[in-house]
T-cell receptor, first 112, second 112 residues
């Protein structure tokens, strides 16, 4: 039973399109995150949600909008996709903070 | 401005020997430290962690050492096995925030 799942695993789209990535966790955690791993392999936090409320927004362009319909889901919607958005996006969850995080398998986004 | 650095991008070790992975950080206020392992096309998985009140934590073949005065963290794997071949990320956390900061990663290759 997958703890943190993401869909889709691969996403190829053209510049200017709008796309969404979905994330679900079945661990009962109250905190969820989105990370971006760029071409240099840096893993950088984008957003953090605690109990469906946005806690961290790390100077991410406002074309990126996270949405948490409930504590088990944190979706990422991206408007007007740009070439520089090509990366692997990871969702993660944790029980509170200062504890281990559980990561999803990643979504590789390619913008052409 | 990289607050967490893993200065060795890659490391090769013979099977059965010790692997030592290093991580340096800049902010002495960080108080929780973690190591993750990442295989290709998968999300990072938690390995081991340590809080700032300790200087050593062991879990089977994995030991994490924390040198607060040097702001240095290391992961020892003994004995190394071919299945340990992966990218290893250190991460730091500051209590009172929801933010984990990841290092740049070290690719470990264990030679049979």
């Amino acid at each position: 039973d997958t703890a943190v799942s993401q869909t889709p695993k691969y996403l190829v789209t053209q510049m200017g399109n709008d796309k969404s990535i979905k994330c679900e966790q079945n661990l009962g955690h109250d905190t969820m995150y989105w990370y971006k791993q760029d071409s240099k392999k840096f893993l950088k936090i984008m957003f953090s949600y605690n109990n469906k409320e946005l806690i961290i927004n790390e100077t991410v362009p406002n074309r990126f909008s996270p949405k948490s319909p409930d504590k088990a889901h944190l979706n990422l919607h991206i408007n007007s996709l740009e070439l520089g958005d090509s990366a692997v996006y990871f969702c993660a969850s944790s029980r509170g903070t200062g504890t281990r995080q559980y990561f999803g398998p990643g979504t590789r986004l390619t913008v052409t | 401005d990289q607050q967490v650095k893993q200065n060795s991008p890659s490391l090769s070790v013979q099977e059965g020997r010790i692997s030592i992975l290093n991580c340096d950080y800049t902010n002495s206020m960080f108080d929780y430290f973690l190591w993750y392992k990442k295989y290709p096309a998968e999300g990072p998985t938690f390995l081991i962690s340590i809080s700032s009140i300790k200087d050593k934590n062991e879990d089977g073949r994995f030991t994490v050492f924390l040198n607060k005065s040097a702001k240095h963290l290391s992961l020892h794997i003994v004995p190394s096995q071919p299945g340990d071949s992966a990218v290893y990320f250190c991460a730091v956390f500051l209590s009172g925030t929801y933010k984990y900061i990841f290092g740049t990663g070290t690719r470990l290759k264990v030679l049979a």
